[in-house]
């Protein structure tokens, strides 16, 4: 299995992911529209947080499923725990040290449309 190194912008926290880079997504939820980042989806258990583990800090909205995480030295987003996919993480490509943005296919995900609580809560994402 490849393995890629990714850290945060500041260097304070490190991980590793050893999947196939088959396909990397943008999503225009409300969330991602603004934090912009293309990310590409990893099984949790290929992913390993190698260094600065009690810097990332966790941000919940909305439903509260999704797990994000961000440096809390430099602000970056580095990975998510997915609420569609709660066994795999989101990670952010950018982040990936020797990884070319164009590395992989690049699809929009659409997750303008999952459920914002209460208000037209839909019980189950629709899906990209
Ligand atoms: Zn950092």
């Known amino acids: ?26 999503c225009d939820c409300s969330l991602c529209k603004m934090r912009g980042a293309v990310m ?11 260094a600065g583990e009690a810097a990332l800090t966790l941000y919940q909205w909305n439903m509260r499923i999704a797990k994000h995480y961000f440096c809390s030295q430099c602000g970056i987003y580095v990975f998510h725990n997915k609420r569609a996919a709660p066994d795999h993480y989101g990670v952010n490509v950018r982040c990936l040290t020797d990884v070319a943005i164009d590395a992989a296919p690049l699809r929009a995900t659409e997750g303008e449309n999952m459920s914002v609580n209460p208000v037209g809560a839909q019980a189950h994402w629709l899906g990209p």
Do not use: W, Y
């Open 1 to 26: 299995m490849p393995t890629h190194n990714a850290t945060c912008h500041c260097g304070t926290v490190r991980f590793q992911i050893t999947s196939p880079l088959t396909e990397f997504t943008t």
């Open 40 to 50: 590409v989806k990893v099984p949790e258990a290929d992913l390993t947080v190698t």
